[in-house]
């Protein structure tokens, strides 16, 4: 195969200087000791336009041409010839075959030359870096770009016309001095599985390269379509940390720009993936492809609260924040746990008949008028709060579903604790969930319609652990989230496996009672099949079908499908592939102990089958706890078998051999993000801090409770001008409670290892799109996508167990806009339709 040829340039630029239109420009080489911007003057750009009589957009239709330019201020990039057979060889294969024009320079004058310039559907800058372009030069090029011209930049040339603000914003970010020069294999992350420069490329794309670190992040300024992992290469002091973007695009002055920081050797161009990335950055650069260049760009999202601060006395607008739920037609269904604002009192007294008496609220939004309506309350054992472990419950108004087929139906499902039901003498209580009717012409919940689905026992002498969040699948099953309905203390913070402490026979502190026992429904999730008579049938595939033979039968519950969870508040189930995504909140427990085992974990799990997922006897990716049992709880007794767990609690009813673990995917405590440690030769992690590694640096925790998300799927069909862009679209969605370092991201997971304990592929903040901080969404409750693709979010408040001034309902939305370039200016029209 016959190349083109193309000039080689060895000259340096020296010490010259040059002055044009009044603008001293003074070369990379010069020093230029001021640092002062030289980018050309808008009316010496406003003269170059007229000056080149560029046609909009240049190039034109037909034959496509790209122009490789690849001029240095010293000398010429070591990978230039490499890279400029690469883009040949895309022009001549593939697709573009053909069609595809590559013509290479290392003369500056091009960008003076408005019939050349204009001829060029793109302008690749395959640069060494240093000051290449006079004024009148830089000029024709931001001429070419407001005309609506493509770039493709490729690693040095983020050090091209260093003293250039324009140039900046072109390329998006310049390199430090101190970026690691030697060739390192690392791990980049591809976040973007829409753009053609990605969507073909590896979830993990492990390769060599030189990895530059940035002066200024761009995240958020531009959007990232791949980010280099750290912690699979050295980065030096100067390092980007977890969100190290290195490569990106962005609508840029009337152009389209793409920049790469990979191909920093000539060995990257022989590489097939690579040239896959740069064969879908020309396309979309050159117009023969669209793509999504504004989705992670923050300025495009906007964040609004919906809901104003209560009247005194009331909860006219919003309850106790507890979760959201949305109807096909845009209302939005939140309810409230059970707490009042703080001028109604609490009862904390057992011998009084309203001990802990609460209204569970719901209230529906409507979007069309901007109104919020109470459309029913129930009475609640949940109005309860502050003190010691014996005062504060968790119970009260814990969820809501819409049915399927709710748009007729009209059903609505609540997951509460009935204060009628309560036994104020053995301090237990019932948790069940109802269906109800809805009345949608007066938005109001019918109480008399109420048919109970399925009940259960909990006991309230001791907090915590409630649970509540519920989500359907594609077959109609619906997921209930449990607590496990156990104290936080007794257990110094660690598996919360205590025997001792009971009231009246029932142990408050020995989770095994609960989320680690067979016969229990609290600490699960529970998958049903409600029927239209308000029963429900079990559907296969559950843990258990309630009954096993093995130890006598009787000891299991055909309800569940997880076990083993501690405080479940948030599930949710992507439709797509019916995959369930819950997270739950961890013990108290600041640090790991060599006696008893791991720190807090709060977890995330993706879920694709029944399973044990470990509480209390193993965490994270199979960290075992200490076993404690009478006559002494204090004294530790072996660690845990993850594999071949036994329940061994004289207060388990349930089966003692359980089902192995399954690891989580995420977890986090204090101490980071998917802490591990080295383990013995039985498994056993050495729980020491100093041994510790982070296998999730983007996660951190301290105060920390997990609050799942959902996953976002992008209707291509929608009409929707608020829609989130299909960047998104299959990206699960994980938040904290807090908004301090805690997780607020969008990740992906491999669909080979999801539900098996396989880590995230990749994640990237939403916290500058969802607001953080005093006036933002501090404390986040529940969130969930609308039909038209909007983002609904709830904000707790600032205090616990009330409603608060802070307590509200958002709503983001998108307004980036569609794909560029338009379907008019794409070289073949015809692809876009």
């Not at 519920?470 to 104290?487: F, P, Q, R, V």
């Amino acid at each position: 195969m016959q190349r083109a040829p193309h000039r080689r340039s060895r000259t340096r630029r020296g010490l010259a200087a040059v002055v044009a239109a009044g603008a001293l420009t003074v070369s990379l080489l010069s020093g230029n000791a001021a640092g002062v911007s030289t980018s050309p003057s808008p009316e010496l750009v406003a003269r170059m336009a007229t000056t080149l009589s560029l046609p909009t957009p240049p190039g034109a239709a037909g034959k496509v041409k790209v122009l490789v330019f690849h001029a240095s201020a010293g000398e010429e990039a070591p990978y230039t010839n490499a890279g400029i057979a690469a883009i040949e060889r895309i022009g001549l294969t593939g697709p573009e075959a053909g069609r595809f024009t590559t013509v290479a320079t290392a003369d500056a004058g091009v960008f003076t030359n408005g019939k050349r310039l204009g001829s060029f559907h793109a302008v690749v800058f395959l640069t060494g870096g240093g000051d290449v372009l006079d004024p009148e030069q830089e000029a024709g090029l931001e001429a070419y770009m407001e005309a609506g011209g493509g770039f493709l930049g490729i690693h040095d040339a983020a050090r091209t016309e260093p003293y250039s603000d324009w140039f900046t914003g072109l390329v998006g970010a310049r390199p430090k001095a101190d970026s690691p020069a030697a060739v390192q294999r690392a791990t980049v992350e591809i976040g973007d599985r829409v753009h053609p420069a990605t969507k073909n490329l590896p979830l993990e794309w492990k390769r060599p390269d030189t990895w530059l670190n940035w002066v200024e992040n761009p995240s958020g300024d531009v959007h990232t379509v791949a980010r280099v992992r750290e912690s699979t290469y050295d980065p030096g002091a100067g390092g980007n940390g977890w969100d190290h973007p290195v490569s990106w695009c962005r609508d840029y002055d009337g152009g389209r720009s793409f920049y790469t920081a990979m191909g920093g050797t000539a060995n990257s161009f022989a590489e097939t993936d690579f040239r896959d990335h740069l064969r879908g950055a020309l396309a979309w650069t050159n117009r023969t492809s669209q793509a999504d260049c504004k989705a992670t760009i923050d300025a495009n999202y906007t964040a609004e609260r919906l809901t104003r601060p209560n009247q005194p006395g009331l909860n006219d607008q919003i309850g106790e924040p507890h979760g959201l739920v949305t109807a096909p037609d845009g209302r939005v269904f939140y309810i409230g746990r059970g707490g009042a604002d703080s001028s109604s009192p609490v009862v904390v007294d057992w011998n009084d008949p309203d001990i802990g008496k609460g209204r569970g609220e719901v209230h529906v939004y409507d979007p069309k008028t901007g109104q919020v309506t109470l459309a029913g309350a129930l009475d609640v054992f949940g109005n309860k709060g502050g003190g010691d472990e014996l005062v504060k419950v968790e119970e009260g108004l814990l969820g809501i579903e819409l049915d399927p087929d709710f748009g007729s139906n009209g059903w609505v499902y609540l997951h509460y604790t009935p204060h009628a039901k309560i036994d104020r003498v053995k301090r237990m209580a019932t948790r069940q969930v109802s269906r109800f009717r809805f009345d949608s012409a007066a938005n109001r919940l019918d109480l008399s319609s109420e048919r109970v689905l399925l009940d259960w026992p909990v006991q309230i002498h001791s907090c915590c652990h409630a649970g509540g969040g519920m989500a359907w699948d594609s077959k109609e099953n619906l997921y209930i989230a449990t607590g496990d309905n156990n104290s936080s203390g007794f257990s110094g913070g660690y598996s919360g496996n205590n025997p001792e402490p009971t009231y009246k026979g029932v142990a408050f502190a020995d989770a095994r009672r609960t989320a680690g026992n067979t016969n229990d429904l609290n600490g699960k999730i529970l998958r049903i099949h409600p029927e239209d008579d308000g029963a429900y049938t079990l559907p296969e595939g559950n843990l258990f079908t309630g009954r096993e033979p093995d130890e006598g039968g009787g000891k299991t519950r055909g309800e569940i499908y997880v076990m083993g969870v501690r405080n479940p508040a948030r599930i949710s189930v992507d439709p797509a592939t019916d995959t369930l995504y819950a997270g739950w909140v961890g013990p108290d427990a600041g640090e790991p102990s060599t006696t008893w085992g791991p720190a807090k974990y709060d977890t995330f799990a993706a879920i694709t089958e029944a399973g044990n997922h470990g509480w209390p006897y193993c965490m994270g990716n199979n960290q075992p706890y200490r076993d404690r049992n009478l006559p002494d709880p204090s004294k530790p007794l072996g660690w845990y078998d993850c594999d071949a767990p036994r329940n061994e609690s004289p207060h388990n009813d349930g089966l003692v051999k359980l089902p192995p673990v399954t690891p989580n995917t995420i977890w986090y405590s204090p101490q980071g993000g998917g802490v591990d440690y080295p383990r013995d030769a039985d498994g056993v992690p050495s729980y020491r801090t100093e041994e510790q590694r982070e296998l999730l640096p983007w996660l951190k925790g301290g105060g920390q409770a997990t609050m799942n998300g959902p996953v976002y799927r992008y209707d291509a069909e929608s009409g929707s001008a608020v829609k989130w862009p299909a960047y998104w679209d299959g990206k699960w969605f994980v938040g904290d409670f807090y908004d301090g370092a805690q997780p607020r991201h969008a990740v992906i997971t491999d669909p080979r290892t999801a539900g098996k304990g396989g880590l995230p592929t990749h994640a990237e903040s939403l916290r500058r799109i969802i607001p953080v901080g005093p006036d933002g969404v501090r404390n986040l409750m529940d969130w969930k996508f609308a039909p038209d693709g909007s983002l609904y979010v709830l904000d707790y408040g600032r205090g616990f167990f009330t409603s608060d001034s802070k307590s509200a309902l958002w709503r983001v939305t998108y307004k980036g806009g569609g794909a560029t370039p338009a379907a008019e200016d794409l070289v073949d029209k015809a692809a876009a339709q």
